[in-house]
């Protein structure tokens, strides 16, 4: 069975770290026999936006909605394009028309890196965020009454609904059961928030009945920051709204060190429409066009793609490769983030040989 993959770099290093993020597939697929077929794409980029005048060609929703994921690089160069135009141009059109309603990030210490948190080593961390990704806090319902005066006020309403709110939810505990601690963690503020969020933790109860072996605990939001902070070590799995998963899955990949090296995938759990792995940085223009962007990002978003897309073992393979050459921290090999003064070409090398090699 072919794969086709859409392949969208971007802007800046999106460039420079796609080629690394390819390499590792291609080595992958090499090892495990899948066949990929990628296609690559210039649009969703400033410079596209620049000739044309919008992000996207007109027929973008066909064009993608034939491949079988989404391998995104970054957007955004505010120098040339607003990031509002950009961005609502293209990430957050196809998060929203291809209902990818589950952002997925995995929180995870690689060997050879400094957490910010003193004294964590790997395996300390090591947890998914599971943000819901489509409605939420993030509605356009609401607006403002007596613009203007002394009476102003403004509204904004959160938008729940029970099949939103239960498909995410489904998403997070078939998780939690296939990882060896199944724990499932709920945000929530129902001491606070007195009505969306008691209803979200009767949805997650309810949910659990379905999941017997599933252990569920919920924190309000406020502790479960300090909590990822203190004791990264109790989570296996967190679920959260829209507002509480953008705030989480900001701050979990944060406690395990440099933003190069986190991934994410938006994901459509039905296969309806492509789903979308990108890593978590953005186009970073300070330091583009210089050949020293961390790749890990990238190649560790398509690992979760080969996962997504059915192959496991190929996925494990390349998050092993990452690991491998980290733990021996070779400076040569390594991107100045990670303390090196290795390039993004070298250290993407090193890692897909690895990915080859391991047979
Ligand atoms: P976004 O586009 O998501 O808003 P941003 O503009 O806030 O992101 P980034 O572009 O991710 O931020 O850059 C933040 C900082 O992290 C910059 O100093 C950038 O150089 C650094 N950085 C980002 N990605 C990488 C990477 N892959 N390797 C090394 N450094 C990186
Ligand atoms: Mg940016």
């Given at each position: 069975?072919?794969h086709?993959?859409?392949?969208?770099?971007?802007?800046?290093?999106?460039?420079?770290v796609?080629?690394?993020?390819?390499?590792?597939?291609?080595?992958?697929?090499?090892?495990?026999?899948?066949?990929?077929?990628?296609?690559?794409?210039g649009?969703?980029?400033?410079?596209?936006y620049?000739?044309?005048?919008?992000?996207?060609p007109?027929?973008?929703?066909?064009?993608?909605?034939a491949?079988?994921?989404?391998?995104?690089?970054?957007?955004?160069w505010p120098?040339?394009?607003?990031?509002?135009?950009?961005?609502?141009?293209?990430?957050?059109?196809?998060?929203?028309?291809?209902?990818q309603?589950?952002?997925?990030?995995?929180?995870?210490?690689?060997?050879?890196?400094?957490?910010?948190?003193?004294?964590?080593?790997?395996?300390?961390?090591?947890?998914?965020?599971?943000?819901?990704n489509?409605?939420?806090e993030?509605?356009?319902v609401g607006?403002?009454?007596?613009?203007g005066?002394e009476?102003?006020v403004?509204?904004?309403?959160?938008v729940?609904?029970?099949?939103?709110?239960?498909?995410?939810?489904k998403?997070?505990?078939?998780?939690?059961?296939?990882?060896?601690?199944k724990?499932?963690?709920?945000?929530?503020k129902?001491?606070?928030?007195?009505?969306?969020?008691?209803?979200?933790?009767?949805?997650?109860?309810?949910?659990?009945?379905h999941?017997?072996?599933?252990e569920v605990?919920?924190?309000?939001?406020?502790?479960?920051?300090?909590n990822?902070?203190?004791h990264?070590?109790w989570?296996d799995?967190?679920?959260?709204?829209n507002?509480?998963?953008?705030?989480?899955?900001?701050?979990?990949?944060?406690?395990?060190?440099?933003?190069?090296?986190a991934?994410?995938a938006n994901?459509?759990?039905?296969?309806?429409?492509?789903?979308?792995?990108?890593?978590?940085?953005?186009?970073?223009?300070d330091?583009?066009?210089?050949?020293?962007a961390?790749?890990?990002?990238?190649?560790?978003?398509?690992?979760?793609?080969?996962?997504?897309?059915?192959?496991a073992?190929?996925?494990?393979?390349i998050l092993?490769?990452?690991?491998?050459?980290?733990?021996?921290?070779?400076?040569?090999?390594?991107t100045?983030?990670?303390?090196?003064?290795?390039?993004?070409?070298?250290?993407?090398?090193?890692?897909a040989?690895?990915?080859?090699d391991d047979?």
């Amino acid at each position: 069975m072919t794969h086709r993959i859409a392949v969208l770099a971007g802007d800046g290093i999106g460039t420079e770290v796609m080629p690394e993020g390819v390499r590792a597939l291609e080595a992958a697929a090499g090892r495990f026999g899948i066949d990929l077929d990628l296609t690559a794409f210039g649009f969703a980029s400033c410079d596209y936006y620049l000739e044309h005048g919008q992000m996207l060609p007109d027929d973008w929703h066909e064009t993608l909605a034939a491949f079988d994921a989404i391998f995104y690089g970054a957007i955004g160069w505010p120098d040339k394009v607003p990031d509002h135009i950009s961005l609502w141009g293209s990430l957050l059109k196809f998060r929203r028309e291809f209902d990818q309603y589950v952002n997925l990030r995995p929180c995870r210490l690689l060997p050879g890196i400094q957490s910010p948190l003193a004294g964590r080593a790997p395996g300390d961390i090591d947890f998914y965020v599971v943000r819901e990704n489509t409605e939420g806090e993030y509605s356009s319902v609401g607006g403002t009454m007596f613009e203007g005066t002394e009476r102003e006020v403004v509204i904004q309403e959160t938008v729940m609904t029970r099949t939103g709110v239960d498909r995410v939810l489904k998403y997070a505990f078939d998780l939690a059961a296939t990882r060896p601690r199944k724990k499932l963690t709920s945000a929530t503020k129902s001491n606070g928030i007195a009505i969306t969020m008691p209803w979200w933790d009767t949805r997650v109860a309810a949910m659990a009945e379905h999941y017997p072996e599933v252990e569920v605990d919920k924190f309000h939001i406020d502790i479960l920051t300090a909590n990822f902070v203190l004791h990264p070590d109790w989570f296996d799995v967190v679920v959260a709204s829209n507002l509480f998963g953008d705030i989480l899955s900001d701050l979990g990949p944060a406690c395990t060190g440099t933003i190069g090296v986190a991934p994410s995938a938006n994901i459509n759990p039905e296969g309806r429409f492509p789903s979308l792995f990108e890593p978590v940085h953005g186009s970073a223009p300070d330091i583009a066009g210089r050949g020293i962007a961390n790749p890990i990002g990238q190649i560790w978003s398509g690992a979760m793609m080969l996962e997504h897309l059915g192959h496991a073992e190929a996925g494990a393979a390349i998050l092993a490769a990452i690991e491998a050459v980290l733990a021996e921290g070779d400076p040569s090999l390594l991107t100045p983030d990670l303390g090196g003064r290795g390039t993004t070409t070298g250290l993407g090398q090193a890692i897909a040989e690895r990915i080859a090699d391991d047979g």
